[in-house]
């Protein structure tokens, strides 16, 4: 059929129809370049008027070397652009940005981490990364080792080999000196103290120490403090209390002072006693107060020490002393002849108990406690037939005791010696 021919209705040439569900439709066939063939490979031009084209299918755009400029609003079926957040949940529709994802080997999964700790690693069973191929280069920007060999290092420009100590001196810096046994060596300073603010468990050795705020000493066998009622045991470790020597006790401070102990001369312990009571000071029995000479009551059942023991006098309910006077169970006699010259009359003897003299000459006898007696040096004077009893008291002579008469009338001193 030629172009642009003339049709009348029911004559003439067919018109090709397109069947759409029982109703024809003209087909109609756009020729942009005017060939008359169907091609719309080389594009065509629309034009809407400011209207809008609804297309029903698929369009394909090809500038086909130009420029396709389209105004107004494209419907991309996208959510407006939007910054990515942490704790973001999973998309319902399609987002603006990179998920990421990791390959399981057989379907992607989300990759695990958070905000805090970044990406969550597995590093296997044994918690260890295995290089399997290739080499790892790890550039530490170190220079090669070298021993530090000198002090007054400058301050390093560059990553130093190893951790050696080192101290700076405000101008330079020297090694840390020290060895394996003692440690690190320490100056303590114009003042030569350190000061700690912790708990020091150990110390092996100190030469001085100013000032301690606290000490906890431990109470074992080697430690300083020992428990209340704790028992005694040889070589138990202490520290022992010393005195100062006031041979006069005399006040060393004022009320409320701190004192040291005062002892004699003899290392005895000053002490004054509160019950102490002033010579010929009136006493009240069961009031007053004293350091009493004990008694033991003892009158129908006596009791017995033994030798070397320590026991209480023995005493009536009455409080009186029960006294037994020593026994002497022998007696030695002896007759020595007057003379008018001094004579021995009793040796001395140590077991003496008790001695008995009577003068029967008719001449007086004057006997001494001691060597050589005389009418001018003696203890006692005895007349014709007096007697000396010793002990006249409660204390025995046992020195030598000598003798001389008047004169020689004939007559002895008849000795008995008790021991």
Same mark, same amino acid.
């Given at each position: 059929?030629?172009?642009?021919?003339?049709?009348? #209705?029911?004559?003439?040439?067919?018109?090709?129809?397109?069947?759409?569900?029982?109703?024809?439709?003209?087909?109609?066939?756009?020729?942009?370049?005017?060939?008359?063939?169907?091609?719309?490979?080389?594009?065509?031009?629309?034009?809407? =008027?400011?209207?809008?084209?609804?297309?029903?299918?698929?369009?394909?755009?090809?500038?086909?070397?130009?420029?396709?400029?389209?105004?107004?609003? &494209?419907?991309?079926?996208?959510?407006?652009?939007?910054?990515?957040?942490?704790?973001?949940?999973?998309?319902?529709?399609?987002?603006?940005?990179?998920?990421?994802?990791?390959?399981? =080997?057989?379907?992607?999964?989300?990759?695990?981490?958070?905000?805090?700790?970044?990406?969550? &690693?597995?590093?296997?069973?044994?918690?260890?990364?295995?290089?399997?191929?290739?080499?790892?280069?790890?550039?530490?920007?170190?220079?090669?080792?070298?021993?530090?060999?000198?002090?007054?290092?400058?301050?390093?420009?560059? #990553?130093?080999?190893?951790?050696?100590?080192?101290?700076?001196? =405000?101008?330079?810096?020297?090694?840390?000196?020290?060895?394996?046994?003692?440690?690190?060596?320490?100056?303590?300073?114009?003042?030569?103290?350190?000061?700690?603010?912790?708990?020091?468990?150990?110390?092996?050795?100190?030469? @001085?120490?100013?000032?301690?705020?606290?000490?906890?000493?431990?109470?074992?066998?080697?430690?300083?403090?020992?428990?209340?009622?704790?028992?005694?045991?040889?070589?138990?470790?202490?520290?022992?209390?010393?005195?100062?020597?006031?041979?006069? %006790?005399?006040?060393?401070?004022? /009320?409320?002072?701190?004192? #040291?102990?005062?002892?004699?001369?003899?290392?005895?312990?000053?002490?004054?006693?509160?019950?102490?009571?002033?010579?010929?000071?009136?006493?009240?029995?069961?009031?007053?107060?004293?350091?009493?000479?004990?008694?033991?009551?003892?009158?129908?059942? @006596?009791?017995?020490? /033994?030798?070397?023991?320590?026991?209480?006098?023995?005493?009536?309910?009455?409080?009186?002393?029960? &006294?037994?006077?020593?026994?002497?169970?022998?007696?030695?006699?002896?007759?020595?002849?007057?003379?008018?010259?001094?004579?021995?009359?009793? %040796?001395?003897?140590?077991?003496?108990?008790? %001695?008995?003299?009577?003068?029967?000459?008719?001449?007086?006898?004057?006997?001494?406690?001691?060597?050589?007696?005389?009418?001018?040096?003696?203890?006692?004077?005895?007349?014709?037939?007096?007697?000396?009893?010793?002990? =006249?008291?409660?204390?025995?002579?046992?020195?030598?005791?000598?003798?001389?008469?008047?004169?020689?009338?004939?007559?002895?001193?008849?000795?008995?010696?008790?021991?």
């Amino acid at each position: 059929m030629a172009d642009n021919s003339l049709r009348t #209705p029911g004559v003439g040439e067919t018109i090709r129809t397109e069947d759409k569900a029982g109703a024809k439709t003209q087909v109609v066939i756009i020729d942009s370049g005017g060939s008359g063939a169907e091609d719309i490979a080389a594009g065509i031009i629309i034009r809407d =008027g400011g209207n809008v084209i609804t297309v029903d299918g698929t369009v394909a755009v090809s500038s086909v070397g130009g420029t396709v400029t389209v105004s107004g609003t &494209v419907d991309t079926e996208l959510p407006a652009a939007a910054a990515l957040t942490d704790n973001f949940a999973n998309p319902t529709a399609p987002g603006v940005g990179a998920f990421g994802m990791l390959w399981d =080997g057989a379907t992607w999964d989300r990759r695990p981490g958070n905000s805090t700790d970044g990406t969550l &690693v597995n590093l296997g069973a044994n918690n260890d990364v295995t290089v399997t191929s290739g080499a790892v280069t790890a550039d530490t920007e170190l220079p090669a080792a070298a021993a530090l060999s000198a002090d007054n290092v400058a301050s390093p420009t560059a #990553p130093a080999v190893g951790a050696f100590a080192h101290y700076f001196d =405000g101008t330079n810096w020297d090694r840390a000196r020290g060895d394996s046994t003692d440690g690190a060596l320490v100056n303590l300073g114009a003042n030569n103290d350190v000061v700690v603010t912790g708990n020091i468990t150990t110390v092996t050795t100190v030469s @001085t120490v100013s000032a301690v705020s606290a000490i906890t000493p431990g109470t074992g066998a080697t430690n300083l403090g020992k428990a209340e009622d704790a028992i005694h045991a040889t070589g138990d470790v202490g520290v022992m209390a010393l005195a100062v020597r006031a041979d006069t %006790a005399a006040a060393t401070g004022a /009320n409320g002072d701190y004192l #040291p102990l005062l002892v004699d001369a003899n290392g005895r312990l000053h002490t004054a006693d509160a019950a102490e009571l002033v010579d010929d000071a009136a006493f009240t029995p069961g009031t007053s107060l004293g350091i009493a000479l004990f008694g033991f009551a003892d009158e129908t059942s @006596t009791d017995t020490v /033994n030798e070397g023991d320590i026991g209480a006098v023995r005493m009536t309910v009455d409080r009186q002393l029960r &006294v037994a006077a020593a026994s002497a169970p022998t007696a030695t006699l002896a007759n020595v002849g007057d003379s008018a010259t001094s004579v021995t009359v009793l %040796a001395a003897n140590v077991a003496r108990k008790g %001695a008995i003299i009577v003068n029967d000459s008719a001449a007086i006898l004057y006997l001494k406690f001691g060597a050589t007696a005389s009418t001018s040096s003696f203890t006692y004077k005895l007349d014709t037939m007096e007697t000396l009893e010793i002990p =006249g008291g409660a204390v025995v002579y046992t020195g030598i005791i000598d003798g001389i008469w008047a004169s020689d009338a004939g007559g002895n001193a008849r000795v008995t010696e008790l021991t």
